[in-house]
């Protein structure tokens, strides 16, 4: 519900903006009756999200309790910079003032969205920014992160046996068996088999 107060502020410097609200929750009845003027879309089903981010300018995520935030990487991975709090979650993923921006308090989250708003640079630079943010959270990337950070890089080494049950493998791969190019997730899998049946 911080929400209209800080469009209120930002509304004031900037007349012309229109807030777009997406989806439901229990505070959006007390939400419409604070911001009459904002166009409420409801559920947005997953096929309509990246139209929708690609034609909004900027992401508010007023919210101190996000966890990782998923809603973050989908906005980014549509070139759409987010603003939100400097806590954990969305400051693991923001980088403030390159592909979006974080405040520390609700009276900074206005000033931080005006001054994207009047940046014509800046707004092309974060947009960039976040696309290429988004492009560091696909899912092989990850696990090779993991595997690399745990000792285990995926290279069979002298000493780790090879995998002894392939069926798990061909069932969970994404890739065909066979193919020669084994997933990061197929390793995986490898890994924990080999583990399992020492």
Known sequence: MQLPAIYSVVKQEFPEIRLAVAGAGPALDRLRA???????????????LPRLYSAADLLLLPSRFDAFGCVVLEAMSCGLPVVAYNTKGPKDIIRNGVNGLLAESEAEFPSLIARYLADDQLQKSMRSSALETSSNYRADDILKRLLEDIGLSGRRGAGRPAPRNRSSRQMYSRQPAGSGHPSILSELLDIVSAGASD
């Open 34 to 48: 604070a911001l009459p003027d904002a166009l409420y879309l409801g559920w947005v089903d997953t096929e309509d």
